[in-house]
């Protein structure tokens, strides 16, 4: 199916979930995640009038950047090593995957200019999943103070995979809570104003618990290659 058609499904839910829980289809940014598709099914994304594309490796996003330059506004969305961060650091307008301060570091000693980083937070408490513990957040932001090429633009999570709706939603709610308790800190680096989650089985979920970037990627682009 062309990305064409899988975007107007998609919309339409975005605006249903807008409209149920009271908000304007401005505040929600679509990223269609392409890792698993090639350069053209990402440029049919772009044609299609999506603005934003999301990447897990470098290697994809160098490959796709090649191509499509500074077309997309490129999000970072995978665990990056420290080691690959001078390979992005140029060509992102979001790193979503900020969960260490070796990490931080190095963003610092490779932007040229302030990167807006959001912090991921593993809300669910999965082993198997990256981010920092919801407790270790504040004091983590608190510390990001000193790199003054870091901008704590908000906090990403991956829920659980599950169709149970409420432990979705606890989930999200977890790391809106948690973007309020950021919020009241008034940090100057930590605006704070981003909260990245929802993939393509519980974005209807996250909306309608405030993400303001959703990252879709087999329900928007498919995942052949
Ligand atoms: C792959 C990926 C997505 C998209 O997942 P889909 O279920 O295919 O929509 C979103 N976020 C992250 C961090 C990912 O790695």
Not at 17 to 32: F, G, H, M, Q
Not at 154 to 168: I, K, S, V, Y
Not at 183 to 210: R, W, Y
């Amino acid at each position: 199916m062309k990305v064409a058609d899988k975007l107007l499904h998609i919309e339409e839910q975005i605006q249903e979930a807008c409209a149920r829980s009271n908000r304007k289809r401005e505040e929600v940014t679509l990223i269609a995640v392409t890792k698993y598709v090639t350069i053209e099914r990402a440029k049919e994304a772009l044609e299609a009038g999506i603005e934003d594309l999301g990447e897990n490796r470098d290697e994809g996003l160098l490959a796709k950047y090649e191509v499509l330059q500074d077309r997309p506004n490129w999000h970072y969305i995978g665990s990056l090593q420290t080691r690959k961060v001078k390979n992005v650091i140029d060509k992102i307008a979001y790193i979503h995957s900020l969960d260490r301060i070796s990490l931080a570091a190095e963003i610092q000693k490779r932007a040229n200019e302030p990167i807006k980083c959001l912090v991921q937070v593993n809300v669910s408490g999965e082993e198997s999943k990256h981010g920092l513990k919801p407790s270790e957040v504040l004091p983590f932001i608190q510390e990001l103070a000193e790199y003054d090429r870091i901008i704590v633009a908000g906090l990403m999570t991956m829920a659980p995979l599950t169709d149970d709706e409420q432990a979705l939603r606890t989930c999200f709610r977890g790391l809106k809570e948690l973007q309020m308790q950021i919020q009241e800190a008034k940090l100057a680096h930590a605006p704070c104003t981003e909260l990245s989650m929802g993939m393509s089985n519980d974005f209807v979920i996250a909306i309608e618990e405030g993400a303001t970037m959703i990252r879709i990627g087999t329900a928007l682009v498919g995942e052949e290659s």
